[in-house]
């Protein structure tokens, strides 16, 4: 390769003809876990290669785990799981497992997750984890909160 630094110039590890002169006189290669030296270590040194990380879309998850915390079978949890079904279905059609934990129940399962109000949902996978509190009739607000849309 004929990419060198400037520091490597100087340091005698220019190019002639295309070929490489090895490293600096008292210089190192650098090596493999193996202890082989690798021909690449002294061409790209001082150099930084980015590589473009493509990001994948939230919907490319095997599974969307969602929990609602609701207190009892009141008519505003009832809404809320109602309105979470509804939302998935259209959303996360096939792709998610939602879990509703009655506090009245199992009040020890508020603290793993940190609940201060009911209906919340917390989505736990895919990562990182997100909070909604409310009766999720928002359908804006939940595509928002739930990563699958960016905030306007």
Known sequence: ?????????????????????????????????????????????????????????????????????????????????ANLKQFCESHLKGIYRITVIDLLKQPQLAKGDQILAIPTVVRRLPKPMHIIIGNLSDTARLLVGLDLRAAD
Do not use: C, I
């Open 1 to 81: 390769m004929k990419t060198k630094t400037a520091k490597q110039r100087a340091a005698g590890g220019a190019t002639r003809n295309g070929q490489e002169r090895g490293p600096a006189p008292g210089g190192t290669a650098a090596t493999s876990a193996q202890g082989d030296a690798s021909p690449l270590a002294s061409v790209v040194v001082g150099r930084t290669v980015k590589r473009a990380k493509a990001r994948a879309p939230r919907l490319a998850a095997k599974l969307w785990q969602l929990r609602l915390y609701v207190m009892g079978s009141t008519p505003k949890s009832q809404t809320a799981f």
